[in-house]
């Protein structure tokens, strides 16, 4: 039964555990003062050409959000987010709980648009009986495996710009939506064209970890208490120093992506030949193919893998993801089957 | 520079990185449904004698607070704690941030008596108008480096009982604690005298990671929401499991603990043979000497360490912690360095 | 220019007035322990048939839905709303700011029904990723003038129990509700099918004040802790015993609630007559008439009232409220304006 | 049974009744907007020198306190108080509830000193791990009948600046502290020296209300939303405008005061003649006479009244306290009852 529920079934890439054994014994200081940490934000700050950049290492996406959140927003303040974004559809209230509401808009691929923003911002406007928009909440690449255009971005941060937003971009699956084939933006671009972003390790490679990363000091000025007192300070920080050094060292961080995507691609290219369509377009590792039930059962003997949305009596989109780990013989063997099974339900 | 200030300076103990390595590859499902976590539970379950204990992970000892005091407490409840307990003196305010006062309770040694509680809910009596105290939050070993004794917790529980507290043990360095000298309490003892608990990995061999042990099913209800709200649900649960696993097969939680504690209890031995005296009696792998504060000054030139607190205008207490990693050769010539010192300063 | 914008612009009813003088320089004990309360809680649990009801008082709505959602749902537990709801719409997050998702339900009328709570429930079976639905929160008369009917009210409490949810009335108008041409539920109704709700005071005669009441002692367990933790418990607590008292003494506060209903119904003839149609159907005493812009605009010249949603291109609906202080005759005057208005429009 | 257990245990002074009374059918708007709102604001502003600044009108001290403790603090900052501070010691944990810890200093008469602040700041060092201290409140009067000298508030404010911290200051019994006979503080000197502070309208003839006055625009920006979100908006605004515009017309608030203080000072001058002493220096209308248990027993066969803290086996400190209502006929009896009482008991 092989797995393509998802991007964290493995451990770690084997460069990082490596890297853990050989560093092991050295001594270092706690809470994210070490050398390697040290060393790792040096890394991702050359690659962004901002010198100044204030970096953290957290263990998870839903402890990054709700941390950068919390950070950001004073009691009154609401995020704007797409309703299947992360932090409203799979984090258990975690916004709420901090104490801020997030404001859903309908989107087409998991896509926030700045007239989505200006429509909220209009809707919002009976001061003091509803919440203060504050800021926006986008993924890239999203929870339905689409990317944002650099178009697109600078549109939405021009609008937060105007009507003074914060614009968070959830990066948990940042290497994926940067080497996409349709790709466009840089990490200089994310960088620049948001306020604070993160660059997701976990399910990139790493046994844990994501990297957030402010635009400027005063954006991120006692973001260490907040971090400690939400319980994201870990200890050992050196094992997230070690791991983000190791990813942005030759490239490893987007080669992973790459490698990822690729196979993703193989697999879509093959159900485009077989005639199926896709509920959002297939563009990263995260494919969601639109399938029929009979296929999806059989299938389902051989593979793990989400049914997503029901589209028909017969038919439903399946999520199938690929990683850095997918075995690409296995991933072939994925095809085969589907080819020889939808065939059969072609004969019937 | 050799580094005495914490217990976390090194990564993981060789064994655990062993297993991580040998099980990288292997898909499993994620937030904590994969088979070292569910391995893991049976081994704890099995030292405490509680087959149905609902066991969960969690990365570190600020958050397995937060989570667990969140989780039991409602809003208008306080939690007691000694004044130098972890919650109150280094976690950033995080049990407020969750909304509950910390009732403090002056301490000797860091401990918390039955007395001091029966003090607390006797202030806290006119009601609505003073929060009502819920829980009773201990350390063992204490942030002080001292431990309960049987007789001591089981008034502590008796008292808990008598006015419907819940008795929380933050066991960050339980390890320690329980393979102490004077130590008469066993895992199983800690598990029946309390309603909730936690097993430290990251000061005692892990890369990170507590394991947070219920009592029962009934206390840790709906557990798992609050885990995912606080962002303390990892998507690759195994690699808390791989660690929780390793440590408790073999004895090697105790053994690690064991050999921490030794090394302390080295340096203890030989400060006692030069006269020096103890902020706290050294009991675990923490030590508070009072030592000269010129010793300290020359001290510190060869190795790291906390001051601890000021005694008077010419000595101070220092923090000496001990790990499963010290290497023994230099606590050894830590030992011979004091000794030099301390003649040298008795000379002048 | 006169006020129709809502049901507070003036103060209280003249009863309650002399009863505040007649009472003024008796001394009471504070926080809701005077006689006034006491015996404005038995007026109120005579009503409802429940000797033992928890009754507590407070100053306004968006208080009483905080402190209940407070006191009853744990930190990942959710409560369902209409989106027109009062909790979601016009109280600048309140709720979340305790804590808490509001799930919204897209309604006919401000209504939930017993299908959109089933809908939810469905919609959230990805534990622990998702919040859990554990609370209805229903407004009777709702935010858009209309009510529930006894048969819809006990499929709600069916569906409710069911699922294991709380049932929350928001009785901010609920005297209007009652007191409908087409209600067929009382209140000792709504304390049946609910397990807490509110009688609205500040809407319906009082300066100020809501009374919540709960259907059993446990429901309540602890409310006053949250009361006072909440800032909502008033030192003269009298100045709300008084009120209900008043209003619960020869069925003053139906009775205020009928002639607002009267006054309401009145003009929604006139309208009705005039041909014009309207957003919800006028029940109580908030109309939602649909009129041309341009009689809108020369009715805003002697009036005040909102402009409540664009219908399309030349008309717009708008929101009338009377209340039991509304003089009659403007509300006559108003009608032959609207008239003449509108007769006037159509001559164009 | 004459009750000397607080000073809000009659309505409101007969002035306020009469001008809810006349103004009653008036339409105004609702949420504060109204015209009494705004006059009130300008006759405190015209008290205070300050014509900018922003203020607010609430229900109660408490809900005084967690507005402006939740609307200045960032989540990991921490508020100064005594320990005998209202917000530590009678508001069921409402500032820990909205995320903040209170951090405490042992007192000498309820009052702060700037060595107080600065011990606090010292203690907080250890950054990220501790609370950062941002804030310090005071009470004046203290909840122990004491004032502040101009003097000493300058000293806190100086400190308070050379910290950054904002000084908000409780006025629930300001009237009482700024017509003590010993008080050299001015209404615009309470203005200048802090940065926020609020006048107790509850305990100085008003049925209900504190006004909330900030210092510059700056510090109170999108208080509104605050005051909204926390349940304090009350849709009659106008029962707080009149009140306080009231309280401000012909001085009617610190002529209010000065008679509880002159009581008071009666009550205090004749127990100083029979030989007791005092917990505090009695300065206002509160008193902690120490008074044998003896008396004590018999005094609360004819009059009610707090024991306030043992003193010793044979006596105890009680509070009574006075207000604008204070009957003084009655007052007079007391005294008497008390020497005749303290006569009989020497006399055994």
Same mark, same amino acid.
């Given at each position: 039964?092989?797995? @393509? ?32 940490? /040290? ?54 209230? +975690? ?23 200006? +429509? ?13 928009? /504050? ?45 996409? /084939? ?40 006692? @973001? ?5 007192? /939400?319980?994201?300070?870990? +200890? ?7 791991? @983000? ?42 494919? @969601? ?14 593979? +793990? ?44």
């Amino acid at each position: 039964m092989y797995n @393509f529920k998802n991007d964290y079934a493995e451990g770690a890439h084997p460069l990082i555990l490596e890297q853990l054994f050989s560093s092991n014994l050295v001594q270092e200081l706690g809470y994210g003062e070490d050398h390697y940490s /040290k060393n790792a934000k040096e890394a991702i700050r050359g690659q962004i050409n901002n010198p100044e950049a204030p970096i953290y290492f957290v263990s998870g996406g839903t402890q990054a959000n709700l941390l950068v959140i919390s950070h950001l927003l004073r009691p009154h303040e609401a995020v704007i987010s797409a309703k299947t974004g992360h932090i409203y559809a799979n984090e258990t209230g +975690a916004i709420e709980a901090i104490g801020h509401r997030i404001i859903t808009v309908d989107s087409v691929n998991g896509k926030v648009t700045a007239s989505d923003v200006a +429509a909220v911002i209009a809707a919002h406007q009976l001061r003091p009986h509803v919440v203060k928009p /504050k800021m926006l909440y986008i993924s890239n690449s999203t929870e339905l495996g689409t990317i944002y255009r650099k178009d697109e971005l600078m549109a939405l941060h021009a609008i937060c710009r105007q009507h003074d937003l914060f614009l968070f971009l959830d990066g948990a699956r940042l290497g994926h939506a940067l080497t996409a /084939k349709d790709n466009d933006l840089s990490l200089a671009d994310i960088a620049s064209y948001t306020d604070v972003f993160y660059i997701g390790g976990t399910k990139n490679g790493a046994l844990l970890g994501e990297a957030i990363v402010f635009r400027t000091a005063d954006l991120a000025e006692d @973001f260490d208490y907040i971090l400690k007192q /939400k319980g994201a300070l870990l +200890a050992k920080g050196r094992i997230l120093g070690i791991q @983000f050094l190791t990813l942005f060292t030759d490239d490893l961080y987007f080669n992973l992506a790459k490698k990822a995507n690729r196979c993703a691609q193989q697999i879509a290219d093959r159900l485009i030949a077989l005639g199926f369509s896709f509920l959002t377009p297939p563009q990263t590792n995260q494919l @969601f193919p639109i399938l029929p039930r009979k296929v999806i059962d059989q299938l389902l003997a051989k593979y +793990a893998f989400y049914i997503w949305t029901e589209i028909d009596e017969t038919h439903a989109a399946v999520r199938i993801i690929t990683s850095w780990a997918t075995d690409e013989t296995l991933a072939a063997n994925f095809c085969k089957d589907l080819e020889i099974l939808s065939e059969n339900e072609r004969k019937r």
